[in-house]
C-alpha cells in the first residue's frame, strides 16, 4: 500500500487528469474525487455553465498554450513527480505514473 493518503493531480484543463486520476486511485486504492464535480456542487452556478468559459477564444489550442505557460511555474513549484501527458496514450502514461509513484514512495512490486 502506498504512504500517501491522498494524491493530487493538477494541470491544465484537457490534460487528462480526470481520466488518469480514476485508473491510479483504483490501482492505488484511493477514493477519487473531482475537484470540478466538488466545486460545482458547492456553487449551483457552475453548474449550469457548461461551456468552460476560460476556453471561449477565437483560438481555443492559443489560450490553452497561453494558460499553460502562465501556470506552468505554479505546477512545477507545487509538483512532486512530473508527467509528460503530451501523448494522448493515457495507457503510457499511466505506466509512467505508477512507476514514478512507486520509486517516489519507495515502493517494490506495487507498479502494474
Not at 85 to 107: G, K, M, P, Y
Request: charged share 30%.
Amino acid at each position: 500500500m502506498n504512504p500517501a493518503p491522498n494524491l493530487f493531480l493538477v494541470g491544465p484543463m484537457g490534460a487528462g487528469k480526470t481520466t488518469l486520476g480514476k485508473r491510479l486511485a483504483e490501482h492505488f486504492h484511493l477514493q477519487f474525487l473531482d475537484l470540478d464535480d466538488e466545486i460545482e456542487q458547492q456553487l449551483a452556478r457552475l453548474a449550469r455553465d457548461r461551456k468552460r468559459p476560460l476556453l471561449q477564444a477565437p483560438d481555443r489550442r492559443e489560450r490553452l498554450t497561453t494558460m499553460a505557460e502562465l501556470r506552468g511555474p505554479l505546477y512545477e513549484a507545487t509538483a512532486d513527480l512530473r508527467l509528460d501527458a503530451d501523448s494522448n496514450q493515457i495507457q503510457r502514461v499511466f505506466e509512467c505514473a505508477i512507476a514514478q509513484l512507486a520509486t517516489h514512495w519507495r515502493l517494490t512490486g506495487e507498479a502494474a
